[in-house]
């Protein structure tokens, strides 16, 4: 069975640090690209970052130089450090293997995509930024 399961989320004042981290189970951890989508309420699923098999890593503009994700293949991790969290930043952060969308996704993260054969999802882990 796979499992893919988030922590570290939680309320943070603007300016602030937070990490989240993907545990996997039943992933080809080694061989897959992991993800971090977000959504905000009313918005839609975007990709925040992505780091591949081989480390090559992708961030979306509006949060390079301050966010950077990592992974330990040993413990079948990803953990994605955020710091100078803005309000903009808040949303329901997922991690997802396998699947890496750039462009507009007009499907909720998560089970919606997951059923449409788009990759294995979590299922969230809430970040709030308070201003």
């Known amino acids: 069975e796979v499992k893919l399961v988030e922590s570290g989320g939680g309320p943070v004042h603007a300016g602030g640090s937070l990490s989240v981290s993907c545990t996997t189970s039943g992933v080809n951890f080694d061989g897959s690209d992991m993800a971090w989508y977000r959504q905000a309420p009313g918005n839609e699923c975007e990709m925040v970052s992505s780091i591949g098999s081989d480390g090559t890593t992708y961030y979306k503009d509006s949060v390079k130089g301050r966010f950077t994700i990592s992974r330990d293949n040993a413990k079948n991790t990803v953990t994605l450090q955020m710091n100078n969290l803005k309000p903009e930043d808040t949303a329901v952060y997922y991690c997802?293997?396998?699947?890496?969308?750039?462009?507009?996704?007009?499907?909720?993260?998560?089970?919606?995509?997951?059923?449409?054969?788009?990759?294995?999802w979590g299922q969230g882990t809430r970040v709030t930024v308070s201003s």
């Open positions: 997802a293997a396998r699947v890496t969308i750039k462009g507009r996704i007009t499907t909720d993260c998560g089970e919606s995509l997951a059923k449409r054969g788009l990759g294995d």
